[in-house]
């Protein structure tokens, strides 16, 4: 299970590589997925900031998140550890220092289920998100928004809520709070001009 959320966890994190695109000052839900629909591929830093309550144990983490549509999700965590977790079509791929896994989608239901609904987030499928999701978006001052995705069907066994903040077309930071308690928060940047961190 704990393997599971990871992953799902991770998928999460790459629905919020997008690059500013045209904004309405009009903007919603619709807007949103639409502009999301046309991003072919983006790269951000980010910063992870992970808590369980269960253990009072707080985690940070650092790297790079890469997308490129429609299938292909990586992150590579840079602090405190180098690894990988990369998602494509059939296999979702584990490589960290102790632990190198290749975990086939077919054989792992609750694995399809997560990947396909950030899937889907990514290339801006807002009907079919709506089969899984009730979505209540408040716009805010000047250019912000949040996005909050309720689940409505199994996913609520493990998910409370998915709460995603942006600027125009951007998302800026996403906490992904889970039925147990567990939270995960990320906040993504630009990132630095050092060639080094692209690799």
């Not at 966890?9 to 949103?32: E, G, K, R, W």
């Not at 290339?123 to 909050?148: C, M, P, T, Y």
């Not at 600027?167 to 630009?190: M, N």
Request: glycine share 4%; aromatic share 10%.
């Amino acid at each position: 299970m704990k393997l599971n959320l990871l992953v799902v966890n991770t998928i999460v994190l790459l629905s919020l590589c997008f690059p500013v695109l045209a904004f309405s000052s009009q903007m919603d839900v619709s807007s949103l997925f639409k502009a999301w629909s046309q991003v072919e591929r983006a790269e951000k830093g980010f910063t992870e900031e992970q808590f369980d309550p269960l253990l009072e144990i707080s985690q940070h983490k650092s790297g790079v998140m890469r997308y490129r549509a429609p299938d292909f999700l990586e992150q590579h965590y840079k602090m405190p550890f180098d690894g990988k977790i990369t998602f494509s079509e059939n296999i979702v791929k584990i490589d960290f220092p102790n632990r190198k896994l290749e975990l086939s989608v077919e054989n792992s239901p609750e694995i399809t289920l997560f990947s396909r609904t950030f899937l889907n987030i990514l290339n801006g499928k807002l009907a079919l998100i709506k089969k899984d999701f009730k979505l209540v978006f408040l716009a805010q001052e000047n250019s912000h928004w949040k996005l909050r995705l309720i689940p409505i069907n199994q996913i609520k066994s493990q998910i409370q809520e998915v709460l995603l903040m942006g600027d125009k077309t951007e998302i800026q930071s996403i906490l992904f709070t889970q039925v147990s308690g567990d939270w995960r928060k990320l906040s993504l940047q630009a990132l630095p001009t050092n060639p080094t961190l692209l690799k």
